[in-house]
């Protein structure tokens, strides 16, 4: 039986996106496939022309290799300080700081499709700099999420020489990005991720000269997948809870109602005691956390010995903050 080439494509995606482990939700597999967008393994002269824009693991001039590996029209790159770039440059009241692009990209004098954020070589993305006296003490990253946002610009690259990182800020939604190591693209291991990235940020991707969906468009629907999944998910969930109680009641009334009995008793005189109420007590969260506990860790104590199962689904360490605690916070705390 031949393989579907559409499964082949997502597996390839998911291959590069695996290895690059994207912050958030940037783009999908499925949306990919549905876009026609594939890796191309026949990369050598791109690649070529991007290792010799590299010296020392980082790229020298980044709008070079915009322009000369990924073929982008040096028009359509402007620069933060242009006059035309005014309504991309934006003023933060209360903080007396400013927000401006290192470039603006635009397909028309209308129409702004990215926003270039150029860092000094080896800046962290996701770290204040030292010696930073601004009011806002934020970092690259969190400064160019705002930028993206307060521009009302959603798609852009940040840049420090050592990495690429491709951010995507729709309005009304969480951040994703994407970070793209130079050191890593320079390495043979490295390829499927370069070819991943020359996928995405060609000409023909960013501008749609040759008619493909643009990278606009996949970031779009993307998101609109995940809704989709999303959803479909709750519902099997749901369903599933139903099932379960299904079960409960089946096993209840196996047993004439004696395993049950006594807490459909307390539901029935709580509702009883607080008709209007009962939508928003969570006092059964403790007792499900606590249930959760000792199914994991196992109990003993008043003629009860349970022994923990241990394993991956009852262990309160992966989700801490189900039960109100912080990430890295020990459960006996």
Request: hydrophobic content about 40%; proline content about 6%; some cysteine.
């Amino acid at each position: 039986m031949s393989r579907d080439p559409r499964d082949e494509s997502i597996r390839t995606h998911r291959q590069w996106l695996g290895y690059l482990q994207p912050v958030g939700l940037v783009v999908s597999p499925p949306a990919l496939v549905e876009s026609g967008c594939y890796v191309n393994s026949d990369v050598a002269a791109e690649y070529a022309r991007f290792v010799e824009g590299t010296a020392d693991g980082r790229i020298l001039n980044l709008r070079q290799t915009l322009l000369d590996v990924f073929g982008w029209n040096p028009n359509a790159i402007i620069p933060g300080t242009d006059p035309r770039a005014a309504d991309v440059n934006v003023y933060l009241e209360t903080y007396d700081d400013h927000l401006h692009p290192t470039f603006a990209v635009a397909d028309d004098p209308q129409r702004w499709l990215m926003l270039i954020q150029e860092l000094p070589a080896g800046q962290a993305f996701d770290a204040v700099a030292e010696g930073d006296h601004r009011k806002w003490k934020a970092t690259p990253h969190a400064r160019f999420d705002r930028l993206l946002r307060e521009a009302k610009v959603p798609t852009g690259l940040l840049g420090n020489g050592t990495e690429l990182r491709l951010v995507y800020a729709p309005h009304g939604e969480s951040t994703g990005h994407i970070t793209f190591p130079v050191a890593v693209l320079l390495e043979p291991a490295g390829r499927l991720a370069f070819a991943a990235l020359l996928m995405l940020l060609r000409e023909s991707r960013i501008f749609g000269t040759t008619g493909d969906r643009t990278l606009a468009d996949i970031l779009v629907a993307s998101r609109k997948y995940q809704n989709t999944v999303s959803t479909e998910l709750a519902q099997q969930v749901l369903a599933a809870l139903y099932e379960l109680l299904r079960g409960f009641q089946a096993a209840d009334a196996h047993r004439k109602g004696d395993l049950l009995n006594a807490v459909l008793n307390k539901l029935r005189g709580d509702a009883g005691r607080h008709p209007d109420t009962m939508d928003r007590r969570y006092g059964a969260w403790a007792r499900l956390v606590a249930l959760f506990r000792m199914v994991h860790h196992g109990a003993q104590g008043g003629g009860l010995d349970l022994p923990g199962r241990l394993g991956y689904l009852f262990n309160p360490e992966p989700y801490p903050f189900l039960e109100g605690r912080a990430f890295g916070s020990d459960y006996d705390d």
